[in-house]
Every structure is written in C-alpha cells, then in structure tokens.
C-alpha cells in the first residue's frame, strides 16, 4: 500500500466549512487506495492570537512557555480535522507531534526535527484508519514540546513523508502552485509543472513563499516528491522533484522578488584577513541573517564591504556594523532600505553563460540601475531601486519568453 | 520541605489580570516556604467554546477527538500563567496532564485517574521551581489524551496532593468556603470552619457545588486536607478533612437544595422479586441518575416506586419508564418536574434521633407539603413543590440555629 502525506495550511482550515472541505479532500484521497497522513496547521489566524495573548502577560515569555501555548493551536485543529473526517464515516485518529513520533532539539520556537518514530502513525494506519498529525511541533527527547518556527507545517509534512517513505507529498495552499513569477506583478506569470529541489529553494529564499525552505531541503535529502497544489481547486499544481520531467529544458524557470530587504556597506576598511569574518560574526551572534555578500578590493588597499539584510533587522545591524567598523578603521557606514532584489532561478543556467547577460540588458532597457549583483550556479539576484522593483520584474520576465509554454527559453 | 497544592477554577484565570494575581498568589506561597505544585482550569468559558466549535463540526464528535480538543483549554492556561510566574522572576514550568505523570482509564470525557507518576513534577520540584500541572486531563497508558469530566481540576488537585503527600490541597473558587446554605437563599448562613469529607460529599452531590464529588471522595481516601477558599480575598475558607476539628459537636451542618430535580413514579406495580432491578437496570444502561429511590407496599400486592432524577434526564427516563411499566403490568407512571429537594446534612444526626422530626416539624409549620423523604446515616432529603424550596430552606436553617455560631445545635 503507498502512502500519501498531505499538508493543509491555516487558511484551508480558518472555518468549520473549510474543514469539511478539507475532509472530503482527504477522504477522497483514501478512497482513490492510499493509506493517507494528514498535516493541519492551526485554525487561520489563532497563532497570531495566542502570541497577542502571550503579550498581554509578558514582553518576553520564555520560549518553553511559548511553545506549550502555540502547540494548543494545531491540536484544535487536528481534533476538529479528525471529528469532520468521522462525520463522513471514515475511520481516523488525530495524533499531536509527540504522539506522532516526531522527535526534536530543544530549541525552543525554533526546534529542528532530530527523528520520526513512525511506529504509532504505521500501527494507526495499519488498522485502515486516516492519520492526522499536528503539523508545527514536536517533543523533546525530555518530553518537551517544541515548536519548529513559522512554516514548520511544511517541514513536519516532508519529514513525516520522508520517515514513512510516502510516495508523494502534497502541500495544499491558497495558490496553484509555483509560477514564473508573483502573478500580481505579472499578469502573464505562468504556472510551472516541474522544478527542481535546488530551484524551488532558490525560489523559496528570493521571496516566492509558497514552500518552507527547510522543507524543500529534507524532500532533496530524502528525494521526497512535493507537490503545491491549491486547496480551492482540483488542479494539478507545481511538482518540485529531483529531475524537471516537463521542463527540463528550461535555462530559467522564474524570476522573484523580495522587498523585505536593505542594503548595508561598509567603505575603506582596510584590507587585511580576518575582516569578513570579523564582521559577519557579530551579525552573527545576534542572529541577523546576511544575504547577498559583496565585496570589492581597491587600488589603495582598502575594502568595501556591501551585504542586505531583511529589513526587520536593518537597525541592529547598522549598530553593530558601526560599533566593528570603528575598531576596524573604516571610514564609514552607509545603510539604505529603498531597495528591493530582483533574482533569475534556473539550474541550467550553470551552462548557459549568456543567462546574466540577457537580465542585465533587459533592465539597462528599462532605465533600471543595477546597485549590487550577487550570483550562484542557479540563481542571478541584483539590488535595484525599489520603485524599479516590479518594472525590473516584469522586464526580465519578458526577456526569458517565461509566459510561453516550457522550453521556449531554451534556445538561449 | 513540604508541599502545597493549589487549584484555581475557570474564573481565577478568566482573563491576563486575573492571571497575574494568580501568580503573585502563588508566588507567596512559594515565599511561604512550601514547595507549590499549582493546578489550573481553562480560562474562562473556553471550554464551552471549545464544545460549540466541536459542535459545528459534528452532533456527536467521538469523545477521542472531544478530549483531544479540549484538553487545549488548559493547557494555554498552564503556560500563560507560567510566563506571568516567570515575569514574577521565579522558576517555573508548565506540564501537560500527561507530562505530570497522570494516568488515566480509557473512558474519554470522564476517565477515572489510575496512577500518578510523579518523578517529573519531583525532579521539577527540587530544582527550586513551581510546577504548574494541566487541570482535567490525563493519558492513557497507550498514550492517548484523556479528560476526567466537568469539575474534573479538582480532582487533579486532590489526587496530586495525594500522590506527593502535600500537607494541603487548597481550592481557590469564586466563594469564601462551604456555607450552612446558601447565602443568596439565606442572609444569615454561616461560613463552615471545618466539614468532614463525608458531610462535604453530602453537601456537593445534595447541589451546593464548590467541590466535586469525585475530588472529595480522593481526600477521604488519602487522607488530603481540602482547603476551600476565595481567589478574591485572603480570609480563610472552610477544612474539609477527615476530623471536624472546630465544629465537632454540630449536628447538623448545612441545609442544601437542588432544584434541578424531577419527579417519577410507577404505581402499582405487581409486588414481586426483580421489579426494582428490572427498572433501575434499563435506566442504569442509558446512564441515567436515579437518586432518593423510595417504595411503598400496599395491601393489595401491589407496590409504588419513586425516585428523582436531574430534570435533564426526565424525558428519557419517563419514556424508559412507560416501557418497562408496561411489561411489569403496572397500573400508570407519574413524572412531575415542579419538585425541589431540600436535605440536611451533618455527621452527628445518626446519634441523634431527633433530628429528622426537628425538620419535618419546621416545614409542617410553614405549610410546606412533604412528597418523598429519603435518609442516610448523615443526611435527611425531602422533596417538595418546587415554589415552596426557599422557603423550606431558610424554616430548616432557622430551626437548627444554623446562623448561630457553633455548638448552638449540639445539645438537641
């Protein structure tokens, strides 16, 4: 018997009739012949509402605490998946994450799954009953429970999917999948049958927020299929697997864009080792994620040093760039958050030198100032103005032909 | 060092200021000297939330899933009040009914609590921390989560005390302590210092319910001091405890009434062996509470049966009634819902014998008609009109002197 994982997000179950719906769905699927394991997050918007309440007592709860309390949501909503599923006369079982097997560090709110004991979810389905998880938590070896941070449903659903060998996990979510590009920004924007694990990560990371990052890393781990599907419609979503089977072609498969960023430099310092690290360690030890490292050497010895930040963490960042590029000796320290990145993802770009070219020329057309360019084997990301944000988007999309069918771009 | 447990109810922790006294009231204790062991109920009315989001789900959601979603209540109780211990700057965790060691049968929405294992909340304890345990849940031995039923908190809290041998189980509840009837009904009863677990049983199940039953029967079977108190003031409440220490010499301690009772009767059923089985049997199975059964035999072999059941029953009851009336061959069946039941209560009243002609002789000179009378070695109830319960509450409370303080009805 194959095994079939699926993950419902917060807005499927916001309401009683979305958790009927999301019953019949699930029903459906045992009824096609898969032995089916069921993901829910919690009920819409209650997450947000237990950390207002957390708030109201303490500015700052101890994470344990928090965990205790967040994990209640997902609890209410497997109770409930599981009291709908019933009503349709199906067997079920709702299991918590520490029911589940589902073993985690202790870092509390932001715990990372250590293991599946898949022993209760296999003797549950054995009996021919759906199982559901909570998607979101786990325990500690300790008997603690822990969340995995925002998203965590994802990865609980491709972790479960890995550990129970399904065939194939789907992610129900309010979109139809993955497109070529933020289809608001680009009416044009076409929605992707296949992409790689690399790609969707690329995808993922560049502000496309359909799929957890860390989920798309244990589907690559455990060469788990994911598919992204939208939990309104019976449409065939965006598969993200090993191998592109459609479009493999495709030199690149969409362009993201994040405007939750900021730009921080620090001019003329001097050029010695030890001073990259010097820096991004700080950052570091307050936990300020770094994306886009650029540096540049000069004539006279000195260095400058740009990197973004997410702009939530401009401030810190600028207080502690300061405080090191005064024991450093630079000469200065320039912040700015009117940017925005605009990024090309394709693994096959790695063989296709023209790739950056082409995204370059198709901003230069459109008067659009590159500020910083940062590139990977499969991705090609530039800062731009942010008012250039969309423009930018909206040309480069044309520039790849990415509206057309599949492998119009591969000609390059 | 000696151990306290403390329960606060549903409306001690209704909202994040009351969760905040809570916990200054809690940490006192701590300061006090005792190592606390705190049990909490869901906030408020989450729990009847809870029950009416199940309810637009399914009409009968299976109890698994029941408990499954309303053991969240108190568990977002036990962490808020946790993070408000913690902003107190004390040490402190929060446990799950299962994480405290509770283990129940498998009857979800009223399990009976098996064992307790309390190696985790001792560990706990002796790193210096109060330990907040979940209210009204448990696990399974298969590790399924489980509820022990309205009111169940308490039990939680007088079964811990029992399990770690506090010195004191107190029960913080929206009243000062057990009354010698009700205040709203009398002005001049009075508060009880002490009440034996045995009177206490009486008063709770008779409808004065500051305390379960079931939580009562745990302190007379472990010997736990039950301290009844306000969470509103500091003022000491009433002992329940094995031994009237104070009010030894009172005969009878309290006048109770419950009006939420009804009347049936089977007249003139044939007068032979297994009448009574055959009718208590078919409501036993319906879960049907019978109280005050009461026969009479007549001359000509026929016997009347009556007894009361709670008013939400009797419509299942007089249909269950009807039937079996019909095989016995008995002559009708009367229900009457216009009843109220008014019972005194105290220990000493079984070497005494004048206290049951003491009640009757007050009701008779009020004019209040006595329809069934029923007696235990500790309690005397009679039912009458509904309208005339007040009334024959305050007669009774007047002639046993109850407004007066102690003894004043020792020497009857």
Redesign the interface.
Known sequence: MSILVQKFGGSSVAN?DR??AVARRVVEAKDRGDDVVVVVSALGDTTDE?IA??R???ER??K???D??L??GE??S???L???I??LGRPV??L?G??GGIITDTTHTKAKILQINTE?IERELSQGKIVIVAGFQGVTPG???TTLGRGGSDTTAVALAAALKARECEIYTDVDGVYTADPRVVPSARKLADVSYGEMLEMASLGALVLQPRAVEFGAMYGVPIHVRSSFNREIGTYVREERVVEKDMVVIGVAHDVNVAKVGILDVPDRPGVASRIFSALAAEAINVDMIVQTTKEQQTTDMLFSVSRDDLARAKEIVEQVAAELGAKGVIVNDNVAKVSIVGAGMVSNPGVAARMFEALAKNDINIQVISTSEIKISCLVKAEDALKAVRAVHEAFGLSQPETQNAAL
């Open positions: 009683p958790i009927k237990l309440l957390a109201q007592i303490s709860p101890p344990r605490e928090m205790m309390l994990s209640t609890q209410v497997i109770a409930l599981a009291m709908a019933h009503e079982v709702s918590t520490a029911q209760r008997d603690d429970i």
